[in-house]
């Protein structure tokens, strides 16, 4: 069976607006090496929540990624992340 090949449009990079940059630094990364980044920044400043692992804590950085929310689950990080990716 054929190796799934990825996506062109996730593997083009995209440069991240200045909030985002803050977080996983200003030059164009694609989409993968920027979740990659976000969830190192994730892991190193323990901001994933302790008792719901599906939860992330925002601090000041993420903060303003996340629109001012507190915190958010996996998959609206993903969401608001992409808010931030200027095309």
């Known amino acids: 069976m054929a190796k799934r090949k990825p996506s062109a449009a996730f593997m083009k990079p995209m440069q991240p607006d200045e ?4 977080v996983v630094g200003d030059k164009p990364l694609p989409r993968t090496q920027i979740t990659k980044k976000l969830w190192a920044y994730i892991h190193k400043n ?32 993903t969401k608001l992340v992409n808010g931030h990716l200027v095309k």
Do not use: P
């Open 46 to 77: 323990g901001l994933q929540d302790k008792k719901d692992r599906r939860q992330v804590n925002a601090d000041e950085a993420l903060g303003v990624v996340f629109n001012g929310k507190k915190q958010v689950s996996m998959f609206e990080m």
């Open 19 to 22: 909030a985002l940059a803050k």
